[in-house]
């Protein structure tokens, strides 16, 4: 009974809203004001059937035992202020619509029970152009280096996790602030979500459907709550085929946040455009037809939302945007990822405290703010143009003496690199790994060394080819040196324990440990 009482209501809502909002222009210029009374009143009548049935939906579920979590998340507005709004006049707007752009900052954390968690894994721009429709995704890399005010120059995903401290709850507003002085737009709007939330609402829309470009081939994902626990337990191996792959939340969530895959799924470009297709996937089911018409999917949604979900946004404007965008068609996306691929706006750096970032190659964020203010105005070939030319090899960034202007030659091809840690330092070689396949270095084995009692960090050549640098590059980046030759081990047939495609050999030693 509940649930046909909102399916009633659902229907009602239907029929007389498609009467009030699709006059044109030209139809309200001649109304009388009869009609506009009549329309007015009706409007009342709406949102009074609205606010109706989800009481009696809510009192019937339970749902209204959130009804704490709901208010803190959607602004902390009072039920009735926000009705307010509802039956307001035709002609409110929300934040941006003036300027013919809304800019929400998208946000994901790691929550309870991870290593820094407010520090913000995405960080994206969503951009919607109400006149035309579009609607535009930015990536910003997590490691960009950005001045935070009152705590200096530090990575962009520290700002939710400072911002957190001073006000609970609203470390979102601190991230809106800095992303908006680097980028020189305004951000009118943040979402903030936590990897559980993010999972459970995959699985409470029943998962999602993708299609993955490329295999995702990551043996080295994190097992959650193994951090500290030895190599062989701390990772997983993660395999997803490419084609049309049914995703529910856990994959989900990995398939996003996966970092060291094999080849070019393994760049930060790619997981930012892993992460967009999910994004756009969980849009698609979330305004499905099987959606809207199912309450007590809906009702789970907002339940998790009320749990793991912070955001300026309020009931009234979640409601104005989905009425402004839920006709969007898909060539009207456009994507883009700031990154340090050739053609990109940013480069590798590592900081005096040896931290890897990215920095803007102007020098400034002129390049950054160019492309947030024209985003636009890229063209569907443009944007296919730069997905081709950005999984093109970087140019590596050396570290001797700290100097982060001086950089390697292009590599021509990704060098296939092998890392043993020769201490027993657990992590080292991942860490390790983890850096130079930022660099545009391929990682294709990594385990222990024979013996872990190395001080100092040796380098292998095992290239034939004597124009190759690949050692003496790796071996300024790690301050270490080239070994002269190479050890029986290695060498020997029978006793081999090194990778046949790999060009060089790092066995890590303790004066590594703080890498």
Request: glycine share 6%; aromatic share 8%; net charge neutral.
């Amino acid at each position: 009974m509940p649930f046909q009482l909102f399916y009633g209501t659902i229907k009602a809502l239907k029929i007389m809203r498609s009467h009030i909002d699709f006059l044109d222009e030209k139809d309200k210029l001649v109304a009388k004001p009869k009609k506009k009374k009549l329309r007015l009143i009706s409007k009342i009548i709406i949102y009074l059937l609205i606010i109706g049935g989800i009481l009696f939906v809510s009192s019937t579920y339970g749902i209204i035992t959130s009804g704490e979590h709901l208010a803190q998340t959607f602004g902390n507005v009072s039920l009735w202020g926000q009705i307010k709004h509802l039956i307001s006049s035709d002609s409110k707007k929300i934040a941006g619509q003036d300027e013919d752009r809304i800019n929400i900052l998208l946000l994901g954390i790691g929550g309870e029970n991870h290593d820094g968690p407010y520090l913000t894994d995405t960080n994206i721009i969503v951009s919607f152009k109400p006149s035309t429709k579009q609607v535009a995704l930015i990536s910003i890399p997590r490691d960009l280096l950005v001045p935070i005010p009152n705590y200096g120059w530090l990575k962009i995903n520290h700002a939710d996790a400072y911002g957190e401290l001073a006000n609970p709850g609203r470390g979102g507003e601190l991230s809106s602030q800095v992303v908006s002085n680097v980028f020189n737009i305004p951000i009118h709007y943040y979402v903030r979500i936590d990897f559980s939330g993010f999972k459970q609402i995959v699985d409470d829309l029943g998962g999602i459907t993708v299609n993955v470009e490329n295999t995702l081939d990551d043996p080295m994902y994190p097992v959650a709550g193994k951090e500290n626990a030895t190599t062989t337990q701390r990772y997983e191996h993660l395999y997803i085929k490419p084609g049309q792959q049914y995703l529910n939340g856990s994959l989900a969530l990995k398939f996003v946040r996966s970092r060291h895959a094999l080849g070019i799924e393994g760049s930060d470009f790619a997981r930012s455009k892993r992460q967009q297709k999910v994004l756009m996937a969980i849009k698609d089911k979330g305004l499905s037809f099987g959606t809207l018409i199912n309450p007590y999917k809906i009702s789970r949604v907002m339940d998790t939302l009320s749990q793991h979900l912070a955001t300026n946004l309020q009931v009234w404007e979640i409601i104005e945007l989905y009425n402004l965008g839920r006709n969007i068609d898909e060539q009207n996306i456009i994507n883009r990822v700031v990154d340090d691929s050739p053609d990109g706006p940013l480069y590798d750096a590592i900081t005096e405290q040896g931290a890897f970032v990215l920095k803007p190659k102007a020098g400034n964020f002129s390049e950054l703010q160019e492309i947030a203010q024209n985003i636009f105005n890229y063209s569907l070939v443009e944007e296919e143009k730069s997905v081709t030319t950005n999984i093109e090899p970087k140019k590596v960034t050396t570290n001797t003496n700290t100097n982060t202007s001086s950089t390697n030659p292009t590599i021509a091809k990704p060098k296939k690199i092998e890392i043993q840690n020769g201490t027993k330092i657990n992590g080292l070689a991942s860490r390790t790994a983890l850096y130079l396949k930022s660099l545009g270095y391929q990682i294709v084995k990594m385990g222990n060394a024979p013996t872990q009692d190395y001080q100092k960090t040796v380098i292998y050549n095992l290239s034939t080819d004597s124009n190759n640098k690949t050692a003496e590059n790796i071996a300024k980046l790690l301050d270490s040196e080239v070994a002269s030759a190479l050890p029986d081990w290695v060498t020997s047939t029978s006793t081999r324990k090194v990778s046949a495609s790999a060009e060089v050999l790092i066995i890590l030693g303790q004066d590594r440990q703080d890498l």
